[in-house]
């Protein structure tokens, strides 16, 4: 997780007091302004806070001239004053027998003009890995069913049904298993090379399945979409949503090249891919591990083993 960022970013952790202000202002500019109904939102002092805020650890992404394009919270899932609409959302008093390892990670938002970028997906996993080596097993969040197939990629399963929040927004919860090394190889998440000791830490994997059997079931990334439609109903994803995911995934095909293979738009609808591995070029531009290219009239070819994924 070292290459976290690219040299363009920094990672630091919010420790004084002026540095938190700067998370809560930053989650107000770049989206709570316009979701008035969210919780902790202060419209008056343009800032979002809540009480478990002050027990959290913040963390921010910034340029090399110091501007912010990236914030993130996680919060321990034993904390008393966490708001309690998230105690039900991630189910919680379910999770009671691994919540001291369990950390809960929220709020990460990226600013409005990278938000076609990286940092979004980097940064969940930059937190992940982070509470991982600190000897945490578990991670929790809560989702957006458009973006369910890319927590999947990252390492994230379901564990619950979805809810509808007081704000009106359906999310779903989500949890990263520490050392789930058969689920990381599956769908090719990052974290399926961090080097630890995957049975050193079996008994933690076990206790997750056995509070919750639907991290079981084979994740929505990997199913056809005829077997999604089948799959959404055990989740009481709404219909709408249920349309809006359905097109997610579709949009989230995932690609394996070999070198010299074309990815040609006839192959794939125009639209924002994440490169995972290896190296692509168009023309006279090359695209590493961990860029985002958008393919158009132009035919992007390998130029070494290679594994993309839409997003």
């Known amino acids: 997780m070292g290459a976290f960022m690219q040299e363009a970013f920094l990672w630091e952790e919010a420790k004084t007091a002026q540095a938190r202000e700067a998370v809560y202002r930053f989650r107000y500019t770049q989206y709570f302004s316009t979701h008035h109904s969210l919780p902790g939102t202060d419209q008056a002092r343009g800032r979002v806070w809540l009480p478990h805020d002050d027990q959290s650890r913040h963390f921010l992404v910034r340029t090399q001239a110091g501007s912010i394009v990236a914030v993130a919270t996680a919060t321990p899932a034993t904390e008393p004053s966490?708001?309690?609409?998230?105690?039900?959302?991630?189910?919680?008093?379910?999770?009671?027998?691994?919540?001291?390892?369990?950390?809960?990670?929220?709020?990460?938002?990226?600013?409005?003009?990278?938000?076609?970028?990286?940092?979004?997906?980097?940064?969940?996993?930059r937190l992940a890995a982070r509470f991982l080596n600190e000897g945490r097993h578990y991670a929790v969040h809560y989702c957006a069913p458009g973006r369910i197939f890319?927590?999947?990629?990252?390492?994230?399963?379901?564990?619950g049904r979805g809810k509808n929040l007081r704000s009106g927004l359906f999310r779903l919860p989500m949890l990263l298993v520490a050392d789930d090394m058969p689920y990381f190889q599956k769908v090719r998440s990052p974290f399926r090379?961090?080097?630890?000791?995957?049975?050193?830490?079996?008994?933690?994997?076990?206790k997750?399945?056995?509070?919750?059997p639907e991290l079981?079931?084979?994740p929505f990334c990997l199913h056809s979409q005829a077997e999604?439609?089948?799959?959404?109903?055990?989740?009481?994803?709404?219909?709408?949503?249920?349309?809006?995911?359905?097109?997610?995934?579709?949009r989230g095909a995932r690609f394996c090249l070999q070198k010299g293979d074309v990815l040609a738009p006839a192959k794939v609808d125009e639209g924002n891919f994440f490169v995972l591995s290896g190296s692509l070029s168009c023309g006279e531009q090359c695209y590493q591990r961990g860029d985002l290219l958008r393919t158009g009239a132009g035919r992007v070819w390998a130029k070494s083993e290679t594994e993309l994924v839409s997003v």
């Open 82 to 125: 966490l708001f309690p609409e998230w105690q039900t959302l991630l189910e919680l008093e379910r999770l009671h027998a691994i919540l001291p390892e369990t950390m809960i990670v929220s709020r990460a938002i990226v600013a409005k003009t990278e938000r076609h970028s990286t940092p979004f997906g980097k940064i969940c996993l």
């Open 150 to 159: 890319l927590y999947e990629r990252l390492g994230y399963r379901l564990y």
């Open 193 to 206: 090379t961090l080097r630890r000791d995957p049975e050193k830490n079996r008994p933690w994997i076990e």
């Open 208 to 212: 997750a399945f056995a509070l919750c």
């Open 216 to 218: 079981a079931r084979l």
């Open 228 to 250: 999604i439609a089948t799959m959404l109903a055990s989740c009481q994803i709404p219909e709408h949503n249920s349309r809006g995911l359905a097109q997610s995934l579709r």
